[in-house]
Structures are given as C-alpha cells and as structure tokens.
C-alpha cells in the first residue's frame, strides 16, 4: 500500500493533525508527556524531535502539538515525512493493543450522557485531532477529560459550553453543567 500523508490546521494553533491512509489505531490514545510515550515506538521517535511536545493518535490520524517557538512551516515537511515513513515501517502506536469494545457503566442517566458523548460528540472532537471521555456525573454536572488539540486549545472552552453542554442539556433534562477536568 503507497501511505500518503496529509495535514489539517486544528482550532488549537499550537496542534496539526497528520492524516494517513491506513488505519493506525482503533480508539485513541495520548501521549501528553515523551515519559508516556515509552510504549510506543510511534510516539517515542517523534518526541526525539525536540520541538514536539505533545503526541495524540486516533483512527488514522495522529496529533502532534509543537513547541511555542517552532514554526508550522518549517516542521510541518519534516513532520510529515517522518509519519510517512513510521507508518510504512509499521511502527507501533500501543503496545498489546485490544480492540476495545465500548462499554457504557452508571445509572441510566450515566449511560445515556456517554453514549450521546461517544455518538455525536466524540467524531465531531476527532475531526478537529482532539478526543473526549467522559468521566462523571454528579449533582447534575458532567465531567469530561479533552485531549489531544482539545487539551489546551483556546475554544475548546467554547466547544464545552456551547456544543456539548447544551447537547447534553437539550437531551438529557438532569444535566446543568459539563466541565472539563484538568490533565
């Protein structure tokens, strides 16, 4: 299979999205830290780059925040060349990685506000090179935790409040709030 490589901005300035043709992970995982990268040879090698200070795969795309002084396009060639080749090599993205089956706990009103999170909210995250989980509800308050671009991007605040929040409100009457939990 020829992998071919393409870029996308993502609403957070200090993130690019690196979309290949080929699928590198079911699910999504962050390596927010090069300490947390070291079950992944993926991930491991681009934080020898040392203007990369963020790593996020999901589906077919994999997130790379950068540093402040680094230049989107100065990088952006040498990133993507790098993708390209770590995927023909078939570099690993997680190592012992199971297909994870999607498996909803709570009380009725927990498993609703997780499906419709995983549902409309979740591809709409990945879209912008972000991931969403959700990860409690109490006292009508919604917690979730935002990573890849999501984490740190300027409008993610936005996104909380005016997308998600106001979902969760249209749909499920006992939500009031959705915060969003500190990495």
Known sequence: ????????????PATMKFIVNKLLINGSVDYATKKSAESSKFATELYKFNFVTGVFFASNFVTVTKTEDA?????????????????????????????????FTGTETEIKIQQILNDYVRPAVE??????????????IVTVELRG???????????LKSGIQSLLQRMIPEVKEVVSEAL
């Open 1 to 12: 299979m020829n992998i071919t490589v393409y870029t996308e901005s993502t609403p957070n």
């Open 71 to 103: 230049v989107w396009s100065d990088i952006e060639p040498i990133l993507k060349e790098f993708v390209k080749g770590a995927v023909e090599s078939d570099y690993s993205v997680q190592e012992n990685t199971s297909d994870e089956e999607v498996n």
């Open 149 to 159: 671009s999501c984490s740190g991007c300027p409008s993610s605040t936005i996104t």
């Open 127 to 140: 879209q912008d090179g972000g991931a969403i989980s959700y990860k409690s509800f109490e006292d009508g």
